[in-house]
């Protein structure tokens, strides 16, 4: 057997380790057009940012011990540049001799990635103005900031664009953030954005939403990034952060079967068009795993367990890829953003019908000390009750609860599942009752109609006319500090005693805080004859849609 796998990094180079493993005797040859095979890309922005102080520890392992330990014939800087599926052959060409030649395969893989876009806006080129896909481009710009940039220009809200923000703010740059949606972390649903958003202001970051950057010119003092609104922002430094697209052009002129937005389209064992021929990786399109339809989700761990996938099935082992699901985690300064599963908006595309709850729980028990906040949005079928997605932003815990509802969706667990977790408890990492459980019980609730709720979208969408009798049940102190116009307060511990205030011929919408005290007034109101439900999420999930 002979195997070529074309590109490094996560899923080329754990396909050629997991092929070595599965076979002493095949030939396998590893093609990188870069310098290094295999190395930390998540890292790279704090690298730029000093956070991790070391650029060795970037290199997850060199070209030598992938030689040694793995017996892999790694060829650094050397293109291919084309495949001939008759002949089963590539043609590789060495960047630093320029020499070609041509290699035989029995399989191949196609691990090459995705290039970030640069799109044809005029000055694009202008020096100081970059991508981050590789060291290469991690050297360039932290040289850039050592000489002493003191402005830049993030232009694109994404993953890599606030990673950046928030390393080049640790190094004392004024840093402006260009976005052309409405939201920072556009895969995210709107309104759980709002804290991350609120946050970049804390931080000094200028936010610009809803515009694009239609040129960058050179000045005395560096660039000026011009927006569609007229608006010059100076820089000595600029960030592309706009998206990538796949590197299919090799792909595409061996004639195998690309997708609609350009992704090397694939079967469940990762085979191209052409039997032989495999990929995996930033490259490819994957099926979603909640939606079912095709999707390109550009994430490390995906591509690793690709490349593994791939190599098990050309070795003979029953192996196929579920499908992506989009977990996905940022950190900017000090809140966490984290998401899995399905969006709503992405939901509502697919026009899947869906439910969600949100709650505002703590990540331990708030008793014990350093108790942070979190808020948790649950997404799921309106019958079944199958969790299909979820995203959360707060402080600590917001990892573990996503990676558990993670699980959930790779289970075709429901929300009645998540009521019943058995969760690690001890007043350091969680509470009786988690976050999960929490979660389970609201969604739970919701369904079996233990508490008819009204979202935040809906109420603020009715008109006049349509919209119910606002019922604020807290405390004189927490109304008087905000609450949605029009509200009537009744504190809940004086409802029952003053249920004659309450109309009975309206619709009685009930709200607290966060939505436990509205869930409390909402039973007390249906027991006595009212027609009410509970504004999910309470004051604290109408304030996320006011940003």
């Given at each position: ?189 709107k309104e759980m954005t709002t804290p991350i958003a609120e946050h970049l202001d804390v931080k000094g970051v200028t936010l610009i939403l809803g515009q694009s950057a239609t040129a960058f010119e050179k000045t005395p003092e560096g660039l000026v990034v011009l927006l569609k609104s007229g608006r010059r922002l100076p820089a000595q430094l600029v ?192 509470s009786a009752k988690d976050p999960i459980n929490m979660a389970g019980f609201v969604a739970a609730g919701l369904l079996r109609g233990d508490h008819p709720q009204i979202d935040v979208q809906t109420l603020l969408s009715e008109s006049a006319s349509e919209r119910p009798f606002l019922l604020d049940v807290r405390t004189q102190e927490e109304f ?68």
């Amino acid at each position: 057997m002979k195997l070529l796998i074309v590109g490094g990094v996560a899923g080329g180079a754990s396909a050629a380790a997991r092929a070595r493993r599965l076979s002493e005797n095949a030939d396998i040859v590893l093609f990188e057009r870069g310098p290094d095979v295999s190395f930390a890309n998540c890292g790279l922005p704090y690298y730029i940012g000093d956070e991790i102080k070391e650029r060795g520890k970037l290199l997850v392992v060199s070209p030598e011990r992938l030689r040694e330990r793995f017996k892999l014939d790694v060829r650094t800087r050397s293109s291919v540049e084309a495949i001939d599926r008759a002949a089963k052959k590539v043609r590789v060409r060495d960047i630093a001799g320029g020499r070609e030649y041509e290699e035989n395969f029995d399989k191949l893989i196609l691990a090459p990635g995705a290039a970030p876009l640069r799109p044809p806006i005029p000055g694009i080129d202008l020096p100081g103005i970059f991508t981050l896909r590789n060291l290469q481009d991690m050297d360039r710009i932290k040289q850039a900031i050592d000489d002493g940039v003191k402005q830049a220009v993030v232009v694109g809200a994404g993953f890599i664009g606030l990673e950046l923000v928030e390393n080049f703010t640790r190094r004392g740059i004024a840093t402006t953030v260009v976005e052309l949606q409405d939201q920072v972390l556009p895969p995210f649903d709107k309104e759980m954005t709002t804290p991350i958003a609120e946050h970049l202001d804390v931080k000094g970051v200028t936010l610009i939403l809803g515009q694009s950057a239609t040129a960058f010119e050179k000045t005395p003092e560096g660039l000026v990034v011009l927006l569609k609104s007229g608006r010059r922002l100076p820089a000595q430094l600029v960030i592309l952060g706009v998206g990538v697209r796949p590197e299919n052009q090799l792909a595409v002129d061996a004639g195998l079967e690309v997708g609609l937005r350009g992704g090397i389209s694939v079967n469940e064992h990762l085979q191209s068009s052409d039997p032989d021929i495999y990929a995996v990786g930033d490259a490819i399109e994957v099926k979603d795993f909640v939606l079912g339809g095709p999707t390109q989700v550009p994430l490390a761990g995906p591509a690793n367990r690709q490349g593994r996938i791939a190599a098990d099935h050309i070795f003979g082992r029953v192996a196929r890829y579920r499908g992506t699901q989009g977990t996905a985690i940022v950190r900017v300064f000090g809140l966490t953003a984290a998401m899995t599963g399905a969006s709503e908006k992405s939901l509502q595309r697919a026009q899947r019908a869906n439910r969600k709850v949100y709650i505002h729980p703590a990540q331990h028990a708030s008793y014990y000390p350093g108790a942070e906040a979190m808020t948790l949005k649950l997404l799921f079928d309106p019958v079944t009750g199958k969790v299909l997605g979820a995203q959360a932003v707060g402080g600590a815990g917001v990892d573990k609860r996503i990676d558990v509802l993670a699980v959930a969706i790779q289970a075709g667990m429901t929300v009645y599942d998540l009521e019943e977790m058995e969760l690690a408890y001890s007043p350091q990492y969680g509470s009786a009752k988690d976050p999960i459980n929490m979660a389970g019980f609201v969604a739970a609730g919701l369904l079996r109609g233990d508490h008819p709720q009204i979202d935040v979208q809906t109420l603020l969408s009715e008109s006049a006319s349509e919209r119910p009798f606002l019922l604020d049940v807290r405390t004189q102190e927490e109304f008087a500090r905000g609450h949605i116009v029009g509200a009537v307060h009744i504190p809940v511990d004086e409802l029952r005693s003053r249920l004659a205030e309450v109309p009975r011929e309206q619709r009685i919408a009930a709200y607290c805080q966060v939505g436990q005290r509205g869930y409390l007034a909402t039973r007390v109101l249906l027991q006595a004859g009212f027609r009410a439900v509970n504004v999910s999420g309470g004051y604290k999930t109408y304030k996320l849609f006011l940003y």
